[in-house]
């Protein structure tokens, strides 16, 4: 594991093997481990946001699970083929939820999120253990969520919602939920993998191209200053 600076966002970056390392210590230490799967985009916006840094720098575990991502920060594919992958941490993440048998509750903004995280993790395996999936509304009570998360007692939450929805309910599972770990995802970047259309590829081309511009421009402020 390394420590890296993002645009001032400070993230621990994990090899494969050290990422399920932790993940196995989240699934065994009776508290509410949170991760999240980072994007350009959500750098990007971190750098700008300090609501955005904060909520990344608590999360216990940043995954930079995008092979082009990696590359735009200048961080070597270690391991070469298997590991240096996309989508390789969640793919093993479902793996080893399924042979422990741990039930999973997903949480959406949308049907069509809904629709895509369930078809993600059925060609991972079509063995996991579903305990509920709740597509979220703005009007709802972030109270009705947590009591049926309550209700349904998952081991593992899996997430695509709004940032400052998504925060808030991880920040108020810490203190009510029994779950072991709640996996984050961006919305707008799991809407541009289920769409895959030309001008979503070209918009995620883009936001790693804003990433690694604003990069430079950091580390030329930090030299100058």
Same mark, same amino acid.
């Given at each position: ?14 090899? +494969? ?13 009776? &508290? ?10 959500? +750098? ?10 904060q909520f990344l720098e608590e999360a216990d575990m940043t995954v930079l699970d995008d092979r082009e991502t990696r590359a735009a920060l200048g961080l070597s594919l270690k391991g070469h083929g298997h590991e240096a992958e996309s989508g390789i941490? =969640?793919?093993? =993440? ?5 042979? /422990? #048998? ?14 895509? $995280?369930?078809? /993600?993790?059925? /060609? @991972? ?5 579903? @305990?509920?999936? #709740? ?6 009570? +972030? ?16 997430? @695509? ?17 029994? &779950?072991? @770990?709640? =996996?984050? =995802? ?19 081309? #883009? ?7 604003? $990069? ?7 030299? /100058?200053?």
């Open positions: 594991m390394q420590t890296i600076n993002v645009l001032g966002v400070t993230l621990r970056n994990y090899s +494969l093997k050290e990422a399920m390392a932790q993940t196995d210590s989240f699934l065994r230490n009776g &508290a509410l481990n949170t991760i999240v799967n980072l994007s350009a985009d959500m +750098l990007v916006e971190a750098g700008k946001d300090e609501s955005y840094r941490y =969640f793919k093993e =993440f479902i793996r080893r939820n399924v042979r /422990e #048998h741990n039930t999973v509750y997903l949480l959406t903004e949308t049907a069509e999120q809904m629709q895509w $995280l369930k078809q /993600e993790i059925a /060609e @991972v395996s079509p063995k996991i253990s579903f @305990v509920g999936n #709740h597509v979220y509304t703005a009007e709802e009570k +972030l109270e009705t969520i947590m009591n049926d998360l309550n209700e349904a007692a998952p081991r593992v939450i899996l997430s @695509v919602l709004p940032f400052t929805v998504q925060s808030q309910l991880m920040r108020e599972g810490r203190k009510y939920l029994n &779950a072991e @770990v709640w =996996f984050a =995802f961006r919305p707008e970047e799991i809407l541009k993998k289920s769409r895959d259309t030309l001008t979503d590829r070209l918009r995620t081309k #883009h936001s790693r191209r804003m990433l690694s511009r604003q $990069l430079l421009q950091y580390e030329k402020t930090s030299t /100058e200053d």
